[in-house]
Each structure stands twice: as structure tokens, then as C-alpha cells.
């Protein structure tokens, strides 16, 4: 039987859970490096933004996601991702 992975923690060692707000502080990775031009500006966008935790993954990763809507166009580009200790700074819990 598979453990279940620990909550997720953010850079100070407050514990993450679906529905809480959390700031983006920075972003890395190696799927992060290779993230073509146009896409990597959308991205880095989200770094200092807040947003509420959508999911926390089979891995213990939280998840959160930002769109970029083109109303004239009718079109929405989105971007998911998810976030290590490090990389986030809970702002105030979700449900339990």
C-alpha cells in the first residue's frame, strides 16, 4: 500500500492545503528553463502574484494556475504549475 505523501509546506514551514493563497516567490526547475520565450514571460508573470492552491498532486506538489484571457481573439491561454517549499509563502489556509 502507498503512503500517502506529508502536506505540502510552504518557505517557512506553514503547511499548504487545497484552497489556500499562496504568493508565488519564484520559479525553477528544469522544466522552467526550457519553457520557450513567449511562454516564459507568461510564467514569470505569476512570480509576486497570489493565488488559491486548485490541487495538491499524488507527489505532495500543490498546484496553481493562471490565465490569460484574449477577448478579442475569444481565445485563453493557461498555465499550471506546481510549486516547492521554496518557491511559495502561504498567505492563509484552505480547508482542512
Given amino acids: ?50 493565488f488559491a492552491v486548485e490541487e495538491i498532486d499524488e507527489y505532495g506538489q500543490p498546484w496553481v494556475c493562471k490565465r490569460w484571457p484574449n477577448e478579442t481573439e475569444g481565445t485563453c491561454q493557461s498555465h499550471s504549475i506546481a510549486l516547492g517549499p521554496k518557491e511559495m509563502l502561504c498567505l492563509g489556509s484552505g480547508s482542512a
Avoid: A, F, Q
Fill in 1 to 50: 500500500m502507498k503512503t500517502p505523501p506529508p502536506h505540502p509546506i510552504d518557505c517557512n514551514g506553514t503547511v499548504v492545503r487545497v484552497g489556500s493563497r499562496v504568493r508565488v516567490l519564484l520559479l525553477s526547475g528544469d522544466w522552467y528553463e526550457k519553457l520557450p520565450v513567449d511562454e516564459r514571460s507568461r510564467v514569470d508573470s505569476m512570480i509576486g502574484e497570489d
